[in-house]
């Protein structure tokens, strides 16, 4: 995951570390979509 830090085009995993999978997709979306599926 050291990875994502060096990409500032993702935003920061630590806002959803209760999910590693979203990180991932949060390179194509947007965080929003992210907390969309904690709701």
């Known amino acids: 995951m050291e990875k994502t830090y060096r990409q500032p085009a993702r935003p920061e995993p630590e806002f959803i570390p209760m ?3 979203d990180h991932d997709t949060a390179s194509g979306e ?9 709701a």
């Open 19 to 21: 999910k590693e999978s």
């Open 30 to 38: 947007t965080v929003e979509d992210a907390y969309d599926s904690l």
